[in-house]
Nanobody, 120 residues
């Protein structure tokens, strides 16, 4: 029943903006850190942004700092990634991830991804 569904990807020109949305269901959303990863063709999957489950502390990979903003709305079980000043190197499939530590195991759920293409 756990489901993460990304949306909002698409084609945008260099310098443009997109907002990605991840709609979550089937688990206690507020107990999970939410993360955005991306994977470009031929490259490893990269952690882009994280927002904590407690105080909504955020972290970003250096390459997107100042350009991307992760946020969450626990009432809507939704996490967002606002992307601005997009560059061709931002082109990738973006994945939503939910993560939490447990006593005997960790819990990690993934969406199917949404394609972001930034034209040069």
């Amino acid at each position: 029943q756990v489901q993460l569904v990304e949306s909002g990807g698409g084609l945008v020109q260099t310098g443009g903006s997109l907002r990605l949305t991840c709609a979550a269901s089937g688990f206690t959303f507020s107990s999970y850190a939410m993360k955005w990863y991306r994977q470009a063709p031929g490259k490893e999957r990269e952690l882009v942004a994280t927002i904590s489950s407690t105080d909504s502390t955020t972290n970003y990979v250096d390459s997107v700092k100042g350009r991307f903003t992760i946020s969450r709305d626990n009432a809507k079980n939704t996490v967002y990634l606002q992307m601005s000043s997009l560059k061709p190197e931002d082109t990738a499939v973006y994945y939503c991830n939910a993560f939490r530590w447990g006593v005997v195991k960790t819990f990690s759920y993934w969406g199917q991804g949404t394609q972001v293409t930034v034209s040069s």
